[in-house]
């Protein structure tokens, strides 16, 4: 069960980044500089669960 849990998260954080560069890449086109600022935040949000998909993997082998 919590081998789920943590890709649940890597899943998570992935969506988030993809989320993340299409709207920065949307916003870049429409020069909407609000949409490419969420762009940007979402995919750092997406690399921090990333990051505590990893953290999680290496505390729990």
Request: charged content about 50%; glycine content about 10%; proline content about 0%.
């Amino acid at each position: 069960m919590k081998e789920i849990e943590m890709d649940k998260e890597h899943v998570k954080g992935a969506a988030k980044k993809a989320e993340g560069e299409i709207k920065e890449t949307v916003g870049e086109m429409t020069d909407n500089k609000k949409m490419q600022a969420e762009g940007k935040m979402d995919k750092a949000e997406g690399e921090v669960r990333d990051t505590a998909g990893d953290v999680k993997d290496a505390t729990t082998k």
